[in-house]
């Protein structure tokens, strides 16, 4: 059997104010095309479909079209699950009305974990859901105190599961979840505080193949046969460097798997440029001018004027400035400082150590004395 593994669509999201929804629907107008050219038998979606519990009406639109082609036009069943992003209730409304159109929609966790079977030529391959459920919506669903963290609650789903699976069949395991020891992305929500949010990719063993979601990096996560597809597209700019795409899974007559990674173009990529901003600015071999999502981040040190309006001219979907060279290694004293009790000068001259890493000079702290009296005058002036 050939499915496509894919996850974190995020659909609804927004980066950096921008809303990614024409993005998105220029990538999954690419990701139809390429589940029919590729004679997909199934396609498994692992979790947060939705950017947030209650999506935007494009968002819902866009995925009921989305799905339309996939199940009425392309004729190939969907199984989705929820994810921590997403509303269980409102992901499983009419899901058993949906299900006899070959979609199967997953929101809820229930007592009965029933698997989802579709058949080759080979036989059944029987998929088998685990919507995201923290673990006291487990201990409340099925009681039993001892399930205190994610890991607890998945092994005993997982060992539940097994009553309603049959031996002989082929399985694959759906799951939204942290395989402890994955890679994370700054664009993820964390699913709990501390390491009680791990997962033991170990427990996956009865599966031929388990199609994960959440993390947003594409990744092996224990094997070749426990992966993450990665989400659509790119969704922060620490994942500039990821490729994202899907994962085409060949299972063979006796469970074995071959995966390959398609990538997906999208309209605008995400982007990191880096180095002296009059360089940027003039040299457009070095920087050539560009429409993608851009992150720029400038070693210069001296004040600048209209940064990011200028540098806005060269890209328009610029999204963010940074100037590391500012910070101590991104964070600031922990010195204990009662700031009441301090003068504008000394304010100053400590906000100045801070974002540039190195003390104040007389001279420079003389400048900020003069403009801070001339400023002062002004003010006493309006006043009066």
Not at 31 to 58: H, M, N, W
Not at 203 to 219: D, E, K, R, V
Not at 250 to 260: I, L, N, W
Request: hydrophobic content about 40%.
């Amino acid at each position: 059997m050939r499915f496509i593994h894919t996850s974190d669509w995020h659909l609804g999201r927004l980066f950096h104010g921008q809303h990614l929804t024409n993005d998105q629907a220029y990538v999954l107008t690419q990701f139809c095309d390429l589940v029919e050219e590729s004679k997909a038998q199934a396609v498994v979606i692992a979790g947060d479909i939705y950017d947030r519990a209650v999506p935007p009406t494009d968002a819902v639109e866009l995925l009921d079209d989305t799905l339309a082609k996939l199940v009425l036009k392309a004729k190939v069943p969907v199984i989705l699950i929820a994810g921590n992003h997403d509303s269980p209730e409102r992901i499983n409304f009419g899901s058993q009305l949906l299900a006899k159109q070959g979609l199967y929609v997953i929101g809820n966790l229930t007592k009965e974990i029933l698997p989802i079977c579709l058949e080759d030529r080979y036989g059944e391959v029987e998929f088998m859901p685990f919507p995201y459920a923290e673990p006291a919506l487990v201990r409340a669903v099925f009681g039993g105190e001892n399930l205190i963290d994610a890991n607890a609650a998945m092994e005993f789903l997982i060992a539940r599961s097994q009553r309603f699976l049959s031996a002989q069949s082929r399985k694959v395991a759906i799951a939204h979840a942290f395989i402890a020891g994955g890679t994370v992305s700054e664009s993820e929500r964390t699913l709990s505080v501390g390491g009680s949010s791990y997962i033991e990719n170990r427990l996956f063993q009865p599966f031929h193949y388990t199609a994960l979601g959440h993390l947003h990096n594409a990744q092996l996560a224990g094997g070749e046969n426990i992966r993450y597809s990665g989400s659509l597209l790119k969704y922060s700019f620490d994942e500039a460097t990821q490729k994202k795409g899907i994962q085409i899974v060949d299972m063979g007559k006796d469970g074995q798997v071959a995966v390959e990674t398609i990538q997906l173009t999208p309209k605008h990529d995400v982007k990191i440029i880096e180095g002296d901003f009059y360089t940027i600015l003039q040299n457009r071999n070095l920087h050539p001018s560009s429409n993608d999502y851009i992150s720029v981040k400038l070693s210069n040190r001296e004040p600048i004027l209209d940064v990011f309006g200028q540098l806005s001219e060269i890209y328009p979907n610029l999204m963010q400035v940074e100037r590391p060279t500012f910070m101590m290694d991104g964070e600031f004293s922990e010195k204990k400082i009662d700031h009441r009790k301090m003068s504008e000068n000394e304010l100053f001259s400590l906000f100045y150590e801070q974002v540039t890493g190195e003390a104040i000079t007389k001279e420079e702290s003389k400048v900020f004395a003069d403009n801070l009296e001339e400023l002062m005058l002004i003010e006493r002036e309006v006043k009066l």
